[in-house]
């Protein structure tokens, strides 16, 4: 059974860099066809993709966070990190990390989450 864990710093400054890791278990994070995902939801709002790496290590960002986003991998402790640069008080929110697959069309597990307060 796959399962996801999200870990990281829950209290963070402006203009500080962000860096989350979703640890994976139960399955690899190069299996075919998976792709393996960060969301976060903002106090009262609704869920956000921020992007994704794939099982080949190939990455997709959304266009809202490419130009201060990165993702990225290691393949031989099966995890997978966040970083998103300059945050700012807009970029509290509860962040996920979660599989997509593909063949499937279908998302989870997801991670319990992770709580990322930004102020200073």
């Known amino acids: 059974q796959v399962q996801l864990q999200e870990s990281g710093p829950g209290l963070m400054k402006p203009s500080q860099t962000l860096s989350l890791t979703c640890s994976v278990s139960?399955?690899?994070?190069?299996?075919?066809?998976?792709?393996w995902n960060w969301i976060r939801q903002s106090p009262g709002q609704g869920l956000e993709w921020l992007g994704a790496?794939?099982?080949?290590?190939?990455?997709a960002y959304s266009s809202v966070f490419r130009s201060r986003i990165f993702i990225s991998r290691d393949t031989s402790k099966n995890q997978f990190t966040l970083q998103l640069y300059s945050v700012a008080p807009e970029d509290t929110a509860a962040y996920f990390c979660?599989?997509?697959?593909?063949?499937?069309?279908?998302?989870?597990?997801w991670g319990q989450g992770t709580q990322v307060t930004v102020s200073s």
């Open positions: 790496i794939n099982y080949s290590g190939s990455t």
């Open positions: 979660a599989r997509f697959e593909h063949w499937a069309h279908a998302w989870g597990p």
């Open positions: 139960g399955g690899s994070i190069t299996n075919t066809g998976d792709s």
